[in-house]
């Protein structure tokens, strides 16, 4: 069973179980809602819409509210110095498909539950999962602050003045290089 419904002024052809996505609505996360403009009904029986199926409808719940993907508008008019870049996320909603009927009044259901998606239940996740780690990073840090204070210190300044003659000694030879190339020239 499947029937074509209208939103936003899109058509989406959808089954018991599905998931679309739909220009943005006013509505809450799971809210369960019916859609009445059914344009056409399909399975063993086929029912079509004069424009719309009188006692039909879809039944969904709002999973999800959010913003698509960028899309990127880019104009450009050549040896012109014109170029011209923009953004844009359009906003949806995602709906879960529970079930769907018939104008005779049969009912195709599913048994999937929807999954409502809540971004700010997955903020909150994330907070607490950083603390954790955070927490979990004072602990090692402090292990190992411990072990390397317990190690003897080493002396930096006979490396530091190892270091400097080497750098004495190189730029000594490049000087000697440049004098017996001008010689020989």
Same mark, same amino acid.
């Given at each position: @069973? /499947?029937?074509?419904? $209208? !939103?936003?002024?899109?058509? /989406?052809? %959808?089954?018991?179980?599905?998931?679309?996505?739909?220009?943005?609505?006013?509505?809450?996360?799971?809210? &369960? =809602?019916?859609?009445?403009?059914?344009? @056409?009904?399909?399975?063993?029986?086929? =029912? #079509?819409? !004069? +424009?719309? #199926?009188?006692?039909?409808? #879809? &039944?969904? &719940?709002?999973?999800?509210? !959010?913003? !698509? +993907?960028?899309?990127?508008? =880019?104009?450009?008019?050549? $040896?012109?110095? /014109?170029?011209? @870049? *923009?953004? *844009? $996320?359009?906003?949806? &909603?995602?709906?879960? %498909?529970?079930s769907i009927t018939t104008p005779e009044g049969q009912k195709f259901a599913t048994d999937k539950k929807a999954q409502v998606i809540d971004p700010a239940k997955i903020q909150a996740r994330k907070e607490a999962a950083a603390v954790k780690q955070k927490e979990t990073k004072k602990t090692k840090s402090s292990t190992v602050e411990t072990e390397v204070s317990a190690a003897p210190k080493k002396k930096v300044a006979k490396k530091k003045a190892a270091v400097k003659k080497t750098a004495k000694k190189a730029t000594a030879k490049k000087a000697g290089a440049k004098k017996t190339a001008k010689k020989s020239k």
């Open positions: @069973m /499947y029937a074509i419904i $209208r !939103a936003g002024g899109k058509q /989406y052809k %959808v089954q018991a179980g599905d998931t679309v996505r739909v220009e943005k609505l006013e509505k809450n996360l799971g809210d &369960t =809602f019916d859609l009445a403009e059914v344009l @056409m009904v399909g399975g063993d029986k086929t =029912f #079509v819409g !004069a +424009p719309l #199926v009188q006692n039909a409808k #879809v &039944t969904v &719940t709002v999973t999800r509210q !959010a913003k !698509a +993907p960028k899309v990127v508008v =880019f104009k450009k008019k050549r $040896r012109q110095g /014109y170029r011209r @870049m *923009h953004g *844009h $996320r359009q906003l949806f &909603t995602e709906l879960f %498909v529970e």
